[in-house]
C-alpha cells in the first residue's frame, strides 16, 4: 500500500521505504557507536545521517536498553534542547522525529523545535500521549510491546481506533522488537510481520543492532550489521515503510535493491 505522512506541511512519500537515522544523546544508550553528545559529534551525525540518505532524523534523550535507569524528564527535556538546537542550525529542512515516551516531552520538542514526528516508545498505551500528539497534529509512531502477533493486533486495532477518535491522522505502527518479547517471540513477529497490513497503516521497523540478533548470533552489538542487513531485508519483503537504523547507508542500500527486486517480480 502507499502512504504519505503529513510532517508539518510537507508530504513523506512512502510508497518507496525511507530510512530514519538515529541520533542518540544519551550516555547509556545499548550501541555505544551510536552515543553523541558533544556539539561536534551531533553535527557530524546529523551531515552523516543526510549525506547517507536517510529521509528522517530520529534523536533520542533517553535510553530505553533494558536494565537502564531512564533520565529523569527534567535530563531528558535539557538534552534534547541542547541536541536539537544544533539538528535545527546544521539541517532546518530535516525532518526530524524524536524518540520519547513522556507526553510533556514531546510537546516540548514540537512547541520549540517544530519536531516533525513523535516516535512514542512507551511501553504501553498512554491516554496522555495519546492525546497530547493529536493536539500537536503531528505523525505518531504507536509501538506495541504486546509479545505475540495476535495480541499486537488487538491492542493496535483499539489504540488506533482510540486515536483516531482524538483526531490523529497519521499514524505508523512500530511492532516493538525488542520491547516486551522473548528471543523467540521476536522472531515469530518477524515471520508474520505482513498480517499488520490488515490495518492499513505503515509500518515502521526498529531491529538494528538489537539483542535479537546478536545474541541469536553470539556476539555483539558491534558485530550485528550483517544481521541488521538481513532482517531488514525480511521487513522490506513483508511490507514495511521505514527502517530506523544505526547504520544508514547499508539501510539505504538496502531498500534500493529489495525495491529492484520486487519491481521485476511485480512484474513477471
Given amino acids: 500500500m502507499e502512504y504519505t505522512l503529513n510532517c508539518n506541511g510537507r508530504l513523506l512519500d512512502l510508497s518507496t521505504p525511507q530510512v530514519m537515522g538515529i541520533l542518540n544523546v544519551t550516555p547509556d544508550s545499548f550501541y ?39 533520565a529523569t524528564e527534567a535530563e531528558e527535556m535539557e538534552r534534547l534542547r541542547y541536541a536539537l538546537a544544533i539538528v535545527r542550525r546544521e539541517a532546518p529542512d530535516a525532518i526530524v522525529s524524536v524518540d520519547t515516551f513522556r507526553p510533556a516531552v514531546a510537546r516540548m520538542a514540537v512547541e520549540e523545535f517544530g519536531v516533525d514526528i513523535i ?38 486495532a483499539r489504540e488506533v481506533d482510540e486515536l483516531r477518535s482524538l483526531g490523529q491522522k497519521d499514524i505508523v505502527l512500530d511492532p516493538g522488537f525488542g520491547f516486551g518479547k522473548t528471543l523467540e517471540q521476536n522472531y515469530e513477529v518477524m515471520n508474520g510481520l505482513e498480517q499488520l497490513d490488515m490495518l492499513h497503516l505503515p509500518i515502521l521497523v526498529g531491529i538494528s543492532r538489537k539483542s535479537m540478533i546478536y545474541k541469536l548470533l553470539h556476539t555483539e552489538p558491534s558485530e550485528a550489521l550483517n544481521g541488521t542487513t538481513v532482517l531488514n531485508t525480511i521487513a522490506l519483503m513483508k511490507g514495511t515503510s521505514i527502517l530506523r537504523v544505526h547504520d544508514v547507508k547499508e539501510a539505504v542500500e538496502t531498500v534500493m535493491l529489495t525495491a529492484k527486486c520486487q519491481s521485476l517480480i511485480a512484474n513477471c
Fill in 119 to 156: 516516535n512514542d516508545v512507551s511501553e504501553g498505551a498512554d491516554e496522555k500521549m495519546f492525546r497530547t500528539v493529536a493536539r500537536l497534529g503531528v505523525p505518531y509512531i504507536l509501538m506495541s510491546v504486546q509479545p505475540t502477533m495476535r495480541e499486537m493486533l488487538l491492542h493496535f
Fill in 32 to 70: 555505544a557507536e551510536s552515543r553523541q553528545q558533544t556539539e561536534k559529534d551531533i553535527v557530524l551525525r546529523t551531515q552523516q545521517i543526510l549525506q547517507e540518505g536517510a529521509s528522517i532524523i530520529d534523536v533520542g534523550a533517553c535510553s530505553t536498553r533494558p536494565d537502564s535507569e531512564p
